[in-house]
């Protein structure tokens, strides 16, 4: 191209800029910006971020198994049920040694306490309240749990594991 077409070239797009102008500037003054546009836009910018944390979070989130969840939820029950059913063990074995075994209560105690560090006389069952209670940060406020006695539960741990009489 030559020196001459690129100075027309120049001066038709000069033009074609000068007239684009000129239709904005008629096209924002046929329809002006109010304050129910910058609110519309800025409600606007507000729904995409938002949309892009959500998808960002779902993304996050894809591969989370609902079963796991539940599952996770369920195992401080399952931990009291475990440790409960273990006192429930710690109960036969000293009834055993007591009435198949003919040692004294006290003996058993001691015997526990020695070997299990569990001392029998004050021992409670756990309870999911009191466990949750236990869980909380110091400071905040605390359920009160209510807690079974341990004298009730040691005599209903007083079965006969043989199933006979005495």
Known sequence: ??????????????????????????????????????????????????????????TARAGSDPAVAKAVQELPSIGVLAANRWLDNIYMVSDFMTRKGGAQKDQVNAFVKANCGINLSSVDYVTLDALKSSLQPKGSKKAKAPT???????????????????
């Open 1 to 58: 191209m030559t020196n001459d077409a690129l100075n027309k070239d120049v001066t038709t797009l000069t033009a074609q800029v000068a007239d684009l102008q000129a239709k904005v500037t008629a096209a924002r003054a046929a329809c002006p910006e109010g304050a129910e546009h910058a609110e519309a836009s800025a409600a606007h910018t507000a729904a995409k971020l938002r949309h892009q944390a959500l998808t960002e979070e779902l």
């Open 148 to 166: 079974q006695g341990a004298a009730k539960k040691r005599k209903a741990a007083d079965v006969d594991v043989d199933g006979d009489e005495d």
